[in-house]
């Protein structure tokens, strides 16, 4: 719920932009406001993403979401004016093209009812929709809105070096599948140091199958039931509760996790040479669990494993990066 700590904002000027950032997750819709590069006190907001959900349904949860977060603003600082300048990021999964602001998902639980259509237009549209609604500055603003995206993993990235701004990172966002940023001198880096052209791992080889198979949490739940511990309704959350409290097979699970993410990585760190991983989602707070076993896996290129304890401020952060206009991927020219 948004609370109104009017009390504890500065005095921002009328003419800084004003960023609804919105991390836009299969199960959560997580929005904030960014003024000045600064999150906003009090505004954070956590919502159903209706990713299942009709079009209509996930695109009009974004809209209110927008729509509450400026009328938070207007509450706790000052109603808007004409001169105001609203911009909306969001981080999105992919597959998704970030520049025309085309979801691509499809069979994958999330966001399938967005298919090929443009969420930039269609979020538009119900701006317009709704001024009859709420006539005045507010929707007049969101309509007139400069809105971005980016992939989520990447925000987490972006967002990340901005707390180790001289160092190399190699940034892995870890719940439903994994995702993946290399991050030097806050850029993107792609299809080179050993990276994929992608920039991302999700996709790569791995054993059988590909990473995402394997790392995510169908991965963590696949290897609990090798081992019988999947009783009904446990989930990652679970099984990590069961191998502190010491169940030894359910560590076991934990273990193996480490040093397979280990053995993945090992010919990305070798090649990059980041300074450090940082992590993010849900699994990366099991991290003491597999951290020794991951650090074993990688022998000699083990460097020191960060799990960053609100990675979502890293994804506003990162969100508020889009709008810099210099953010760009290092990519191979040849």
Sequence with gaps: MLRNEGANLGGVPSPAPITIALDAGGTTLKGAL??????????????????QGAAADTIASFAQACHDLINYYASAFRPL???????????????????????????????DALFKQSVRDLLRFEFQRLKSSFPGVTMNRLTAADIRFGND?????LGASIRFPSERLLCLTLGTGLGSAFVENGQIVAGIHGVPSSGMLFAEPYRDHIVDSYFGRRGILNMASERGLLADGIDVADLAEVARSGNAQAQDVFREYGSKLGEMLLPYLSEFKPSRLVLGGQISGSLPLWEKDIQLALGRHAVPVHALADGTAAVFNGIEKLFEDTIHLAFDPN
Excluded: W
């Excluded at 609203?86 to 069979?107: H, S, T, V």
């Excluded at 993993?153 to 990235?157: K, L």
């Design 34 to 51: 960014i003024v000045k590069g600064l999150p906003i006190p009090g505004s954070f907001i956590t919502r159903p993403s209706e990713s």
């Design 81 to 111: 004016d004409y001169h105001d300048s609203i911009r909306i990021g969001f981080a999105f999964p992919g597959p998704f093209d970030y520049a025309k602001g085309i979801a691509l998902l499809q069979g994958i639980g999330k966001y």
């Design 153 to 157: 993993a990447f925000m987490f990235g």
